[in-house]
C-alpha cells in the first residue's frame, strides 16, 4: 500500500455500516426500540401475572371442592352404652355397621304386595290406600302390571267390600331359583257382620327384579328397588 493513499472499505463492511445508519436514523426503529423499551417489560409481567392467577384459580377450585368432600362425610360416631338395672354404665362400644339381609326384606315385600293386592276392606279410602302400594312393586315395563289391570278390571274390590271382607294369611314364602319366589296364603272370606263364610288357599309364581333406587322419592317409595316383573296365582283346590 503506498503512503499518502487510504485503504478502501470491502464493499460487505461498507453495506452493513450503511445498513446500521439507516436504522440509526430511521424513526421507525428508534420508535420500535422504545416501544420495547418501554412496554416490552409489562407485556411479560402481564403474561407472567396470567399463569399465576390460573394457577390459584385452579388452587382454589382445588381447595374447596376438598372442603365440601370433607364437609359432606358423616362425623357422628355412634355407640351403644350398656347399663345394669340402677342405670350404672357397664361398657361402652362401636356401634357395628351389618348389612341389610336382602333376602328377608325380599320376602317382606312380596308378603305386602299379596296382602294389599288380595285383602278386601271395609273400608273405600284403606283399599285404595292399598291399591297404591300395590303398584309401587309394579312397571309399566313387565307383565305383572297388565296382569294386576287385567284382575281388577274383571274382580273390582270396591264393587266386593259392600257384600264381604277378606283377610290374608300368609303361609309361606319360598325361593324357587334365581329371581322366582312361590308364595301360599289363605283367606278369610266374611260378610259385612264379621261373620266367617269360608276360608279358601292360593299359591302365586312371582319373578322379580332389583333396580337400586337413585333418588330421594325412589328410595321412600321402593328402598331395595323390588319390582315385580311376572306375577301368576291360582287357587287351590282341596
Do not use: C
Request: charged share 25%.
Amino acid at each position: 500500500m503506498s503512503q499518502g493513499f487510504l485503504e478502501p472499505i470491502p464493499t460487505n463492511e461498507r453495506i452493513l455500516m450503511d445498513k446500521n445508519t439507516e436504522r440509526e436514523m430511521n424513526p421507525y426503529f428508534d420508535g420500535r426500540r422504545e416501544w420495547n423499551e418501554r412496554y416490552g417489560s409489562y407485556i411479560k409481567q402481564v403474561k407472567t401475572w396470567k399463569i399465576v392467577t390460573f394457577i390459584s384459580l385452579f388452587t382454589t377450585l382445588a381447595s374447596v371442592a376438598g372442603l365440601t368432600y370433607i364437609g359432606a362425610q358423616n362425623k357422628l360416631v355412634p355407640y351403644v352404652v350398656e347399663v345394669d338395672k340402677v342405670g350404672a354404665i357397664r361398657a361402652v362400644n362401636y356401634a357395628q355397621q351389618k348389612s341389610i339381609d336382602n333376602k328377608r326384606v325380599i320376602k317382606y315385600s312380596l308378603a305386602e304386595f299379596i296382602q294389599n293386592f288380595k285383602t278386601i276392606y271395609g273400608d273405600a279410602k284403606i283399599q285404595k290406600d292399598m291399591i297404591f302400594k300395590i303398584y309401587r312393586y309394579l312397571s309399566p315395563s313387565y307383565p305383572a302390571y297388565n296382569m294386576v289391570n287385567s284382575y281388577y278390571q274383571e274382580h273390582s274390590p270396591f264393587e266386593r267390600l259392600s257384600t264381604e271382607t277378606v283377610r290374608v294369611k300368609i303361609n309361606s314364602i319360598v325361593q324357587i331359583n334365581e329371581g322366582t319366589y312361590q308364595v301360599d296364603w289363605e283367606e278369610v272370606v266374611s260378610d259385612p257382620r264379621g261373620m266367617k263364610l269360608r276360608t279358601d288357599n292360593f299359591k302365586a309364581s312371582i319373578t322379580i327384579l332389583i333396580v337400586p333406587p337413585s333418588t330421594q322419592a325412589e328410595i321412600m317409595k321402593n328402598p331395595i328397588g323390588l319390582y315385580i316383573k311376572e306375577f301368576n296365582f291360582s287357587k287351590i283346590i282341596k
